[in-house]
T-cell receptor
Framework: GAGVSQSPSNKVTEKGKDVELRCDPISGHTALYWYRQSLGQGLEFLIYFQGNSAPDKSGLPSDRFSAERTGGSVSTLTIQRTQQEDSAVYLC?????????????FGPGTRLTVL | GDSVTQMEGPVTLSEEAFLTINCTYTATGYPSLFWYVQYPGEGLQLLLKATKADDKGSNKGFEATYRKETTSFHLEKGSVQVSDSAVYFCALSEGSSASKIIFGSGTRLSIRP
């Protein structure tokens, strides 16, 4: 596709439920990133993938969060047993390669609301 | 660790005013520096970037110069328009094999007609 796409665009869930957020990066981009933007806050880095590998998972807020990437393309971010503090916009980005001068292209985000 | 500090908003200006949004950074290496913009209802997009000291990034009338001596990357525009109203994020990317972008907290800019 032309850009990074994310689904769903909005997700409302009840506390304690699991949710899956999906990211389709730009075709051919080897690096993929997940960020979280909480209301009134800046962007918080969560995790990155180089290909299908995520070497550093320390940015994930808790062990309820996990992410995977298959085929060097689509990635899913899973939040188990959601809590109200998980409510945020989850942003995915991709870049051609994992280098600082390569622009990261962002998707429109998934707005997650945990009731 | 590396960090980005930018001026707090909101910033409200009249159309055609001069804009400066300050940004300073802390980094152990030689980061690339970015300004991202988030227009109302839209996703985050890159506005401009600079990859080494003294580089000037520019786009849509905005400019920012990578100043290593002052560890700054201030965003400027000579004459703002209502359509520039958005949230602006200063950011850095660590080193030559960047695994993430570190963002500032964002500055909300509102331009009055």
């Amino acid at each position: 596709g032309a850009g990074v796409s994310q689904s769903p665009s909005n997700k409302v869930t009840e506390k304690g439920k699991d949710v899956e957020l999906r990211c389709d990066p730009i075709s051919g981009h080897t690096a993929l990133y997940w960020y979280r933007q909480s209301l009134g806050q800046g962007l918080e880095f969560l995790i990155y993938f180089q290909g299908n590998s995520a070497p550093d998972k320390s940015g994930l807020p808790s062990d309820r969060f996990s992410a995977e990437r298959t085929g060097g393309s689509v990635s899913t971010l899973t939040i188990q047993r959601t809590q109200q503090e998980d409510s945020a916009v989850y942003l995915c980005a991709s870049s051609r390669e994992l280098f600082s001068y390569n622009e990261q292209f962002f998707g429109p985000g998934t707005r997650l609301t945990v009731l | 660790g590396d960090s980005v500090t930018q001026m707090e908003g909101p910033v409200t200006l009249s159309e055609e005013a001069f804009l400066t949004i300050n940004c300073t950074y802390t980094a152990t290496g030689y980061p690339s520096l970015f300004w991202y913009v988030q227009y109302p209802g839209e996703g985050l997009q890159l506005l401009l970037k600079a990859t080494k000291a003294d580089d000037k990034g520019s786009n849509k009338g905005f400019e920012a110069t990578y100043r290593k001596e002052t560890t700054s990357f201030h965003l400027e525009k000579g004459s703002v328009q209502v359509s520039d109203s958005a949230v602006y994020f200063c950011a850095l990317s660590e080193g030559s094999s960047a695994s993430k972008i570190i963002f500032g907290s964002g500055t909300r800019l509102s331009i009055r007609p």
